[in-house]
């Protein structure tokens, strides 16, 4: 199945009503989601909420935006369209974000990539004989090509392919861009919940924060500056943005990768969409898909009101697809024996 070229909804104007529309009128049905949770290298723990339990069926490993989590709306949408293909799917709920504080003196950001590595090596081992796609959005859509990028072609066979949606690539700028105009909203949003989480953590571990993460930051930039930097090992904000920033790791990716984003996307200025796809024309394994319109996360599509079409999760499904009936339409043309090598080297890897 192939994904008609998307229309924006006639009926979501503009790019802040794409970006809010799925947080205040989609209405998920509930999925027969189960959480797993796994203790960490470090003492701490990740959760994961599962759908699909099948042992050879493909699976797809997916991160979450800044704060979000099982709640969120595009998170449960790509989940049900797994489910919907017969699919299992794991979304990796980043520390923190799960509703329980995490038990280090640390939380998450958008260049922290060993979680991702664990739970990937973790999956691929416990489902042998599955295909695997990864999935990121927004802030997970930066870590997912940042770890693309690390790691090149050092990627378990069972990987096939991956997809970033809406990614904020240059951390800097999209900082910047944030805290202006309207999209303030958004800014003040998430800073609500980092706040609450610092003064979580300095009741926990108070030599971890300096009593400055206790103030109440106007800026993610500030904040960033003042709580993420120090509790992850950069030296400030501008370290952290340089250091983890996908768009200075794009060359290194060598898995087949959809990159789709907005150009009217209120999270960071249209002009670094331009300098991600310079990049991309010289990495043949980067799939540029960057629309017009869509908001952040948004890419609400359909003629009518009350039946609505979510673009991004079918496109991200249908690019998956279509990679795994060329890989079955190799392995259909190889000679028996080697199809059948393949198949076992993929499953001891």
């Not at 898909?289 to 908001?295: A, P, S, T």
């Amino acid at each position: 199945m192939s994904t008609s070229p998307y229309v924006p909804a006639w009926w979501v104007p503009g790019p802040h009503l794409q970006t809010l529309w799925g947080k205040l009128f989609r209405r998920t049905p509930a999925l027969p989601a189960r959480r797993v949770r796994w203790e960490t290298p470090d003492g701490d723990f990740l959760d994961l909420w599962r759908v699909g339990s099948s042992d050879d069926a493909p699976r797809i490993l997916l991160l979450h935006g800044l704060e979000g989590g099982v709640r969120s709306h595009y998170a449960r949408g790509i989940l049900g369209e797994a489910l919907r293909r017969g699919w299992g799917a794991d979304l990796l709920v980043f520390r923190s974000c799960g509703g329980e504080i995490n038990l280090k003196p640390r939380f998450y950001h958008s260049g922290e990539t060993a979680d991702l590595s664990f739970a990937l090596d973790k999956l691929t081992g416990e489902f042998p004989g599955s295909t695997f796609f990864l999935a990121g959005v927004s802030l997970g859509g930066n870590v997912l090509l940042k770890f693309l990028g690390e790691r090149g072609e050092n990627m378990p066979p069972q990987v096939l392919a991956a997809a970033a949606v809406s990614v904020p690539y240059d951390l800097a700028r999209s900082s910047r861009h944030i805290d202006r105009g309207f999209s303030r909203v958004y800014q003040a949003h998430f800073l609500r919940s980092l706040h609450r989480k610092a003064r979580l953590k300095h009741a926990s571990f108070p030599d971890s924060l300096p009593a400055s993460a206790l103030i109440r930051e106007r800026t993610l930039y500030a904040f960033d500056d003042t709580v993420t930097a120090p509790l992850h090992g950069f030296a400030d904000a501008d370290d952290y943005y340089t250091r983890s920033s996908s768009i200075s790791w794009l060359a290194g990716i060598r898995l087949p990768t959809l990159l789709l984003s907005a150009v009217d996307d209120p999270f960071l200025p249209g002009d670094v969409l331009e300098d991600v796809r310079e990049r991309a024309r010289h990495n043949p394994a980067l799939h540029v898909e960057f629309v017009e319109h869509g908001g952040h996360v948004g890419f609400v599509g359909g003629r009518i009101p009350w039946r609505p079409v979510y673009y991004a999760e079918q496109r991200m499904a249908d690019y998956f697809a279509a990679r795994l009936a060329s890989q079955r339409e190799d392995e259909d043309n190889m000679i028996p024996e080697n199809a059948e090598a393949l198949k076992r080297r993929r499953r001891s890897s």
